[in-house]
């Protein structure tokens, strides 16, 4: 996919308004909704803006809060990381780190090894099988 960073307009075009609430406007879809919430494909999972990959099939999980989880991002350096005071409460929000997207949130209650469960929108993610 784009290696460039999309502009407002082009996200703006061809994104839903579900797809650009959630990546833009640092949206949440509603729990157990999203279309890879069950979803059990081999592949890898990517930026819906700019096509990046972020996450393997391999880590995915279910954890029961009704959005894809995972156990950890395919690189470090791929996700970016923020303090979010939203809401009341104090989380860390993920975001993609090439394009900024908005992603989710991580916490600290996932399985081992790394006891980290990153929680993402289904509507920030493209699936891509192996091969694609």
Not at 19 to 27: D, I, R, S, Y
Not at 73 to 89: E, F, K
């Amino acid at each position: 996919m784009a290696e460039k960073v999309p502009t407002r307009e082009e996200l703006l075009s061809r994104l839903t308004p579900e797809q650009f609430h959630c990546t833009q406007e640092k949206g949440t879809e509603r729990a157990f909704t999203g279309r890879y919430y069950l979803h059990h494909e081999k592949g890898l999972y990517a930026c819906v803006c700019c096509g990046q990959a972020l996450f393997s099939s391999e880590t995915k999980y279910e954890s029961g809060s009704g959005w894809p989880s995972f156990w950890l991002p395919l690189a470090g350096d791929r996700i970016a990381t923020h303090r979010d005071t939203t809401l009341g409460m104090i989380r860390t929000e993920i975001t993609c780190a090439r394009c900024g997207a908005h992603l989710g949130h991580v916490f600290e209650d996932g399985p081992a090894p790394s006891g980290l469960r990153y929680c993402v929108n289904s509507a920030s993610l493209d699936f891509r099988q192996p091969g694609e």
